[in-house]
């Protein structure tokens, strides 16, 4: 059994923790996982990392705490891992640099978003700009989901040539992420010719919220039949009071932070994505696999998830107009619904089979 220890900020419900989550899952029987959270606290979901086996570490880090990054280097040695593998992109540099000097063989770095997130300033540029040189020089592997994280964060640097640096894919296997085929419809009260437009995603500027409340307000104020669901963490702290004011609130729906995706999945009729960055998003990806309409920012991380045929489906982020129209297409024709379904396509190329497979070789 090979032991690693994966670090990330913290375990609340995203796009990295729940790739982590089911990649543990997935080999659970052939990897004892310990997962440090460098933010110092845990998360949301921490019942789930702890009933498929892995042991939870809140350790703070900071950007460079000198006692704190050599507490780590020894906790490194003293558990002597086989593979130490960060999933915070270039911001693994250090703790990988303390692997290394633990003497730790498989030093995995994993890009999981293609653009930063930190507000920009010339100190933390300049640091960023360092942490990103010393990544490779430490890391025996540079993984990322995407090509666009590579081209962005090592922009000039040839690194299709370079075995170190390896885009693997998100994968999601349908058997454990599809539990049924219940929606959430009774639920919320809506009604059965409800055209639901939905969305996934924690309240950030990168998942543009502003834009999909305001499609949302316009549309729902136009038409009395169309609803939107959205589900994520700080969402409704966000909106829900504009929402109300607007006298939206039976149109405008808020979920919070929900674990059954797949039945807030099924209560839609299309999935609106506009977002500015992602890594590979999984909530598009599982979306996909519903077989769910979708209009979606015509990022280059989204154009890597969804085939070229339908980059149709794809417009500017902050395009209310095009938004409106895609959406009010799906709603009124059903060849469109039954042409953009995915859902073979999607459970055949995010196979967790091969990606997981090629991460797992990696570490």
Same mark, same amino acid.
């Given at each position: 059994?090979?032991? &690693? ?33 460098? =933010? ?8 789930? #990392?702890?009933?498929?086996?892995? +042991?939870?570490?809140? #350790? ?46 498989? +030093? ?27 990544? !490779?020089? $430490? ?9 666009? %994280? ?12 370079? =075995? ?9 296997? !349908?058997?454990?992420? &599809? ?44 038409? !009395?039949?169309?609803?939107? $669901? ?18 939206? @609130? ?8 929900? +674990? *059954? &995706? ?6 839609? *009729? ?12 999984? %909530? ?10 979708? $209009?979606?920012?015509?990022? *280059?991380?989204?154009?890597?998830? $969804? ?8 417009? !500017? ?25 995915? @859902? ?20």
């Amino acid at each position: 059994m090979k032991k &690693i220890a994966f670090l990330v900020a913290g375990v609340n419900a995203g796009g990295t923790e729940n790739y982590l989550l089911r990649v543990i899952k997935y080999y659970q029987k052939e990897i004892e996982a310990t997962v440090y959270c460098k =933010s110092g606290k845990l998360g949301e979901m921490e019942n789930e #990392f702890c009933e498929v086996g892995a +042991r939870l570490k809140p #350790f703070y880090l900071g950007y460079f705490n000198y006692a704190r990054y050599q507490a780590l280097k020894n906790e490194f040695k003293q558990e002597r891992y086989d593979a130490v593998c960060d999933l915070t992109g270039s911001f693994g540099a250090f703790p990988l640099l303390m692997a290394k000097k633990a003497g730790v063989k498989k +030093r995995i770095a994993f890009f999981r978003n293609a653009g930063e997130k930190f507000q920009k300033t010339f100190l933390k540029t300049q640091y960023h700009q360092f942490i990103k040189k010393l990544l !490779p020089k $430490v890391s025996t592997s540079v993984l990322s989901n995407s090509k666009t %994280a590579f081209n962005y964060f090592y922009k000039g640097v040839d690194w299709h040539t370079d =075995s170190k640096f390896q885009v693997i894919y998100n994968g999601i296997e !349908p058997g454990t992420f &599809i539990k049924d085929d219940s929606n959430l419809r009774r639920e919320l009260d809506l009604d059965a010719d409800a055209f639901v437009v939905g969305h996934v995603g924690r309240y950030n500027e990168q998942k543009n919220h502003d834009t999909i409340i305001k499609v949302a307000i316009d549309l729902c104020k136009t038409y !009395p039949d169309i609803c939107f $669901v959205l589900c994520g963490k700080n969402v409704a702290q966000a909106y829900a009071a504009r929402i109300e004011k607007e006298g939206l @609130s039976k149109q405008i729906l808020f979920l919070g932070v929900r +674990r *059954d &995706i797949d039945r807030v999945l099924r209560t839609m *009729d299309c999935f609106y994505f506009p977002s500015t960055i992602e890594g590979q998003p999984n %909530a598009l990806i599982e979306a996909l696999i519903v077989g769910l309409p979708f $209009v979606c920012s015509d990022i *280059d991380p989204i154009k890597e998830t $969804v085939p070229e045929a339908y980059h149709c489906q794809l417009i !500017p982020a902050f395009d209310t107009e095009q938004a409106k129209e895609k959406i009010l297409k799906i709603k009124d024709n059903q060849n469109i619904k039954t042409e953009l379904n995915l @859902s073979k396509w999607a459970k055949d190329y995010y196979n967790p089979e091969k990606w997981f497979q090629l991460f797992y070789n990696t570490l």
